[in-house]
T-cell receptor, first 110, second 110 residues
């Protein structure tokens, strides 16, 4: 079966750093994706990891450890506009079967 | 501009009245998917397609049909909608390690 866990909610302060964790148990792992979703809007792509290690993209970085079934999204220099839900998604097999986690709602406070 | 479009954006209908939600992408992606998003349940994959005439079931396919006659289009068909299909629907396409979501279709079935 598939199981993806993320914290439900997190709060951080503007300018700070926050780490959002994602753990997964799945068969046929073939990549992990992070998306950002503002309320009432479509998810937007942030990052993709298929190999172990850290992928950095500006203020956002994503880390993957396949042996531990673990990923995190790191957001630096938080801005108010970063208040959103962050979705972790695992791609299974060689197709396009995606399983999404429940999402983490991040609130950035002044 | 790279984009995924969906129509209609909002739809209120009645039980049993067949409807189609269209989806189109202009990025020449082979992979396309349909999701529904419900409070507390997150994003769940309905169907996906790896190429023209190749479709497969996701996690919640019951009550839905899809077709992929052309690479750019991936319509979602509800032959006999029921109230439990009231939801927010997203179409997505992916390629080169990135995923793109359409703006969403909010469907209400009375």
């Amino acid at each position: 079966g598939q199981n993806i866990d993320q914290p439900t909610e997190m709060t951080a302060t503007e300018g700070a750093i926050v780490q959002i964790n994602c753990t997964y148990q799945t068969s046929g792992f073939n990549g992990l994706f992070w998306y950002q979703q503002h309320a009432g809007e479509a998810p937007t792509f942030l990052s993709y990891n298929v190999l172990d290690g850290l992928e950095e993209k500006g203020r956002f970085s994503s880390f993957l450890s396949r042996s531990k079934g673990y990923s995190y999204l790191l957001l630096k220099e938080l801005q108010m506009k970063d208040s959103a839900s962050y979705l972790c998604a695992v791609r299974e097999g060689y197709g396009q079967n995606f399983v999404f986690g429940p999402g983490t709602r991040l609130s950035v406070l002044p | 501009e790279a984009q995924v479009t969906q129509n209609p954006r909002y739809l209120i209908t009645v039980t049993g009245k067949k409807l189609t939600v269209t989806c189109s992408q202009n990025m020449n992606h082979e992979y396309m998917s349909w999701y529904r998003q419900d409070p507390g349940l997150g994003l769940r994959q309905i169907y996906y397609s790896m190429n023209v005439e190749v479709t497969d079931k996701g996690d919640v396919p019951e009550g839905y049909k899809v077709s992929r006659k052309e690479k750019r289009n991936f319509p979602l068909i509800l032959e006999s909608p029921s109230p439990n299909q009231t939801s927010l629907y997203f179409c997505a396409s992916s390629g080169e390690g990135k995923g793109f979501f359409g703006p969403g279709t909010r469907l209400t079935v009375l």
